[in-house]
């Protein structure tokens, strides 16, 4: 059997036994009830408790800490920042499908409606935003689902499957699909239905597939500063209000001395207090420091860690003192390096789990797959540009169409389309060479047109 076969008996698209068994084009990760979505980590967690569960990750089981990776994202809101921008800033870019030069006019239009389709598909760009995703956590899974529209299979919608729901074989360390109560093996759900899900599995620390992605540097730091604030309001507490200092009486019956406590608390909030002349309570202002809170210093400083982590640099996140137009320029540059890098791996797991089941499903396995890619490189200022590819033509210089093409970002004309009009290429400009009417070229109306 083929490897196409294989895919449309696995979609029971085909004529096989399998292919003969319900449809599998519905969800195969079905919906969960609420309460089984996520398990509430809570407050109060030693250092002891957090490393129990990086060893249950570290084991195959990452459920908890996928959890505990969700609360600290949800609570700190400096990691919601730097990770939202690494998500929406890579959703956000614009894409192309590409071939090569050469390719025949069958593939052209198959790429050509692979991208239409694509592009007024509404859970797109949530895909590339949840496949971000998976630099923080390690993984990230979307399920698609299959519909036939206009005679060809589509994917109709991607669906974002939550980290928890997935887990690693201990025995092989194959990345599975174990949701609660499943076999602790879990389904291999790659091999078992091809066709079915997009998986990022980004190399981000170079660790075992397990312990990938940058969740573990994240959630401790997350958690740092969680601490740092929590001690640093207590000291607030403390400082900003005045001591409040009772004295009883030795021999003071305890029921007296709870009073006391009493009293000074209530004194915390209305200032008023009444006591029985067998007590005295004393008010204290604690003195004022002029140096920096260690608290302050710590919190911006686990801070700048974290997006150092995610983004490379800090100056698109925060200002430091020593911040200006050369070292801005300097860290934008390191961000945008890390963005393409990025962007690269979504765009090969994209080139793999979408496109090539949508061309080879719906144009034969001789069809060629296009290229997914993100185009990375900032837009030109097209006035500027046009005026300094102006000058440098009348000062003389030869310039490709191609390159200036490639610089604004324009693609080559396709034949049959509506042009800007009609353009007049001069005789200084190298203009690209005629395609090759030989006999022994393909014809541009091959089969399949």
């Avoid at 030693?46 to 969700?70: C, F, H």
């Avoid at 400082?239 to 006391?260: M, V």
């Avoid at 801005?328 to 962007?343: I, M, N």
Wanted: charged share 25%; aromatic share 8%; proline share 6%.
């Amino acid at each position: 059997m083929s490897w196409l076969t294989s895919l449309r008996s696995a979609l029971g698209l085909g004529t096989s036994e399998r292919a003969r068994q319900p449809t599998r084009t519905g969800r195969v990760v079905e919906e969960l009830s609420l309460w089984r979505q996520f398990s509430r980590i809570g407050g109060g967690l030693t250092p002891g408790q957090v490393s129990a569960i990086v060893r249950e990750a570290d084991g195959g089981d990452p459920r908890r800490l996928m959890d505990l990776a969700n609360e600290a994202r949800q609570k700190d809101g400096h990691l919601q920042a730097v990770l939202g921008q690494s998500e929406e800033t890579l959703a956000a870019l614009p894409w192309q499908l590409v071939l090569h030069d050469d390719s025949r006019l069958k593939d052209r239009k198959a790429r050509d409606w692979a991208e239409q389709y694509l592009r007024t598909c509404p859970s797109f760009r949530r895909l590339i935003a949840h496949l971000a995703g998976a630099t923080y956590y390690g993984f990230a899974v979307s399920e698609i689902l299959w519909a036939k529209e206009g005679g060809r299979l589509v994917p109709s919608s991607f669906e974002p499957l939550a980290p928890r729901r997935f887990g690693f074989r201990q025995e092989d360390g194959v990345f599975v699909w174990r949701d609660e109560g499943m076999r602790r093996d879990g389904v291999d759900f790659r091999a078992e239905y091809p066709c079915k899900f997009v998986v990022s599995q980004p190399r981000v620390t170079g660790d075992v597939p397990c312990r990938e992605g940058l969740v573990r540097v994240l959630m401790w730091a997350a958690l740092f500063r969680n601490w740092t604030l929590t001690d640093w309001v207590r000291l607030g507490e403390i400082a900003w209000k005045p001591w409040r200092i009772g004295t009883y009486k030795k021999g003071a019956a305890q029921e007296d001395i709870d009073g006391l406590v009493d009293v000074l608390d209530g004194m915390s909030t209305n200032g008023v207090a009444t006591v029985p002349d067998s007590v005295t309570v004393d008010v204290k202002w604690a003195p004022h420091s002029s140096t920096k809170s260690t608290h302050e210093v710590l919190f911006h400083t686990i801070g700048s860690e974290m997006s150092k982590a995610v983004l490379g640099q800090t100056e698109t996140t925060e200002a430091s003192q020593s911040s200006g137009l050369a070292q801005a320029k300097v860290h934008q540059s390191v961000r945008g390096d890390l963005l393409e890098a990025r962007a690269r791996c979504i765009a090969a797991e994209l080139t793999r789990d979408v496109l090539a089941p949508m061309i080879l499903l719906n144009f034969g396995d001789s069809a060629v797959v296009p290229e997914f890619q993100f185009v990375t490189q900032d837009k030109q200022d097209f006035k500027a540009f046009a005026e300094g590819v102006k000058s440098l033509k009348e000062a003389g210089t030869k310039i490709p169409q191609a390159w200036v093409r490639e610089q604004a970002g324009i693609p080559d004309p396709q034949d049959g389309e509506e042009l800007l009009g009609d353009p007049d290429i001069p005789d200084d400009v190298e203009a690209p060479a005629p395609p090759d009417q030989s006999p022994s070229a393909e014809p541009d109306g091959e089969e399949g047109t």
